[in-house]
């Protein structure tokens, strides 16, 4: 075999078994771990811990939202720490200890960072279960209860929730969305199978006994925190009932998060050196799905170089089906979205930019990873918008 024929069937392999091989397979292996019936109710003391730096748009509807789960109050609080806020954060956190003194406390930190606050924060928590929350995403009201209802199995130690991404008005909404839920259906069968790799970090639960202080600059405490609970020897699972709402973004913001989540996978390396030991026992998983998606833009630029030396006439036909999928992508801006061609062209679209988000995160390797959060922007919704039960 012509030694260019052989690097392009490696590329297009991986390619394959990265984006459907591997989730297929576990898809299947799930089909043999039925779902687990539901647990008895099961009601630890909980403290929702919020982290947030300039959230005041979206503060008050969060902690409406954790105060009116249908959990025991006398059960459930909630711990804001305001990193550094300069809006009105710290104006309405306050307001809601000042009314809820039972329930809500609040504490403004100098600015640190998601993983500082959090380690700072954690010697004060003295609840069975941290609830580890972001500031914009609205709870169901079961949302907590079903939570804690998974961590009533003793071999579990992290359980995430779903996040369901309310309905965009634009196709680029959408296929975030579309993005979205292909996210999820690999969450629910890897958590059939033995455990996530992480968890949706704007809502998972976590034992406390298990959390231990975060490194310094951690981009990905979603997938430190329940790791820990993983290489102890606990499930970390997803439970697609406890419900958490987000607001829909556009391809520009979830590029600057991809870069952000994708440059965390490459700081793990260093900072959680157990990913990569044989005590993990979802190595593999991780090699699969983490690593192997984000060295995807290095093996698609192998491809192009490859085909180029292909003998003829098979060069220019890999050349030009190349071309045409990167041509679709960069033309989907013009394309109208009442036209049929957008369902082929907007898809495309996306995955190339969540591509190039995996080639920028590359420049955690120089920069600082502080530099690297960006507010996401997301677009404002009435309460008309319909709900995400469709997504």
């Given amino acids: 075999m012509n030694p260019a024929a052989a690097i392009l069937c490696f590329c297009a392999l991986w390619i394959f078994w990265v984006l459907a091989g591997y989730p297929l397979s576990l898809a299947w292996q799930a089909k043999r771990h039925p779902r687990p019936a539901r647990s008895a109710p099961f009601e630890p003391f909980i ?62 930190l100098p600015r640190g960072g998601k993983a500082a606050a959090l380690t700072t924060a954690l010697p004060e928590l003295t609840s069975e279960v941290l609830l580890l929350t972001d500031v914009r995403q609205r709870l169901h009201p079961d949302c907590v209860r079903l939570l804690a209802e998974s961590l009533h199995d003793p071999d579990v130690g992290a359980v995430s929730g779903n996040l369901l991404i309310l309905s965009g008005e634009t196709s680029a909404e959408a296929n ?140 220019w036909a890999a050349l030009a089906a190349q071309s045409l999928f990167y041509l679709l992508a960069w033309c989907d801006s013009w394309v109208q979205d009442s036209s049929p061609l957008k369902r082929l062209t907007a898809p495309i679209r996306a995955f190339v930019v969540l591509l190039l988000a995996a080639l920028c995160a590359c420049s955690i390797f120089f920069r600082k990873p502080e530099d690297l959060w960006k507010k996401t922007q997301v677009r404002a919704l009435t309460e008309d918008d319909p709900p995400a039960s469709a997504r």
Wanted: aromatic share 12%; with cysteine; hydrophobic share 45%.
């Fill in 47 to 108: 403290t929702a811990v919020i982290p947030v730096h300039n959230g005041g748009p979206f503060l008050a509807a969060k902690l409406d939202s954790v105060l009116g789960s249908n959990y025991p109050p006398e059960r459930l609080d909630i711990l804001v720490l305001s990193d550094a806020s300069s809006d009105s954060t710290d104006a309405v956190a306050a307001e809601y200890a000042a009314r809820f003194p039972q329930r809500v406390r609040f504490r403004r």
């Fill in 176 to 315: 975030v969305g579309l993005y979205w839920r292909y996210e999820s259906w690999i969450r629910q069968s890897l958590g059939l199978t033995d455990s996530l790799i992480g968890a949706t970090g704007p809502i998972y639960a976590l034992r406390r006994t298990l959390a231990r202080p975060l490194p310094a600059s951690c981009i990905l405490d979603d997938v430190w925190l329940p790791m820990q609970a993983v290489l102890a020897g606990y499930r970390s699972v997803w439970n697609q009932d406890a419900i958490a709402w987000d607001y829909p973004t556009n391809l520009d913001a979830e590029f600057v998060r991809k870069v952000r989540t994708q440059a965390g996978l490459f700081q793990l390396w260093w900072q959680l050196p157990g990913l990569m030991s044989s005590g993990n026992r979802l190595r593999w998983a991780f090699l699969s799905l983490k690593m192997g998606r984000l060295l995807l833009p290095e093996i698609l630029i192998l491809a192009l170089l490859a085909s180029c030396w292909l003998p003829a006439p098979w060069n």
